[in-house]
């Protein structure tokens, strides 16, 4: 089989450990400087992944978006931005949400089974429905990202997508950034839920680097051998 792509995994969250709170309003847990972090960590990557969740509560383009950036892409032969992918259990998407509209690159939607007539009948006409089989694992997701070409994955969230990464042995990298406020509110999204994870007080990851930037502290851990120093 071919070998799966490299998985880091990008989540910024609250000293309490959430990453978002229980209102509609989308909660700014980063700042510029590190959003620009972010912009350039995914300008490295040929795959972008967010959970169907993340798409319908926060709408993101999942771009590019420095300019020269998106050129050094292009002139390296590649599409501005990388590829979107997205995983649904209902295959309740909006075609209208910007994971869709925003931007000319390929989106991919990986589905179980049972519903990929759903999911192409309401995204078909703007993405690439693939069935993931039943259920849609994270092995079926990164073995067809592989079969594609992509060599490098970043997936952003949410916290169910995170864990199941992270419980498969999937995650090579981890960036964690963690903003300096609390939520404190029980109601709200945590990073990971519940879950037998690889790395454990008897097996801990290795922290590869730690930086301030701004108010907020990024977190590199490597997950796997394949992570570099």
Same mark, same amino acid.
């Given at each position: 089989?071919?070998?799966?792509?490299?998985?880091?995994?990008s989540?910024?969250?609250?000293?309490?450990?959430?990453?978002?709170?229980?209102?509609?309003?989308?909660?700014?847990?980063?700042?510029?400087?590190?959003?620009?972090?972010?912009?350039?960590?995914?300008?490295?990557?040929?795959?972008?992944?967010?959970?169907?969740?993340?798409?319908?509560?926060?709408?993101?383009?999942?771009?590019?978006?420095?300019?020269?950036?998106?050129?050094?892409? +292009?002139?390296? #032969?590649? @599409?501005?931005? =990388?590829?979107? !992918?997205?995983?649904?259990?209902? *295959?309740?998407?909006?075609? $209208?949400?910007r994971?869709?509209?925003?931007?000319?690159?390929?989106?991919?939607?990986?589905?179980?089974?049972?519903?990929?007539?759903?999911?192409?009948?309401?995204?078909?006409?703007v993405?690439?429905? +693939?069935?993931? #089989?039943? @259920?849609?694992? =994270?092995?079926? !997701?990164?073995?067809?990202?592989? *079969?594609?070409?992509?060599? $490098?994955?970043?997936?952003?969230?949410g916290?169910?997508?995170?864990?199941?990464?992270?419980?498969?042995?999937?995650?090579?990298?981890?960036?964690?950034?963690?903003?300096?406020?609390?939520?404190?509110?029980?109601?709200?999204?945590?990073?990971?839920?519940?879950?037998?994870?690889?790395?454990?007080?008897?097996?801990?990851?290795?922290?590869?680097?730690?930086?301030?930037?701004?108010?907020?502290?990024?977190?590199?851990?490597?997950?796997?051998?394949?992570?570099?120093?």
């Amino acid at each position: 089989m071919t070998t799966r792509p490299y998985v880091l995994l990008s989540c910024a969250m609250s000293i309490d450990g959430y990453i978002d709170d229980a209102t509609t309003e989308r909660l700014l847990l980063s700042n510029d400087d590190d959003l620009d972090r972010v912009d350039a960590t995914r300008a490295g990557c040929d795959a972008i992944m967010v959970g169907a969740a993340t798409v319908r509560r926060d709408d993101p383009r999942l771009l590019v978006r420095s300019e020269r950036r998106r050129a050094e892409r +292009v002139a390296r #032969g590649l @599409p501005p931005s =990388p590829v979107k !992918v997205t995983v649904t259990g209902s *295959g309740d998407l909006d075609p $209208r949400a910007r994971f869709f509209t925003a931007g000319d690159g390929l989106k991919l939607v990986y589905c179980p089974s049972g519903v990929v007539d759903k999911a192409r009948e309401q995204v078909g006409a703007v993405s690439t429905v +693939v069935d993931a #089989g039943d @259920p849609a694992t =994270p092995e079926a !997701v990164v073995a067809d990202l592989a *079969g594609r070409g992509v060599a $490098r994955l970043m997936v952003e969230g949410g916290g169910s997508v995170h864990r199941q990464f992270l419980t498969a042995g999937l995650a090579d990298e981890l960036h964690l950034v963690v903003a300096p406020f609390f939520v404190g509110d029980g109601r709200a999204p945590r990073f990971v839920g519940d879950g037998r994870f690889p790395w454990h007080p008897g097996r801990r990851a290795r922290v590869v680097e730690v930086r301030q930037i701004g108010d907020v502290v990024l977190t590199r851990y490597a997950l796997s051998d394949r992570c570099p120093a």
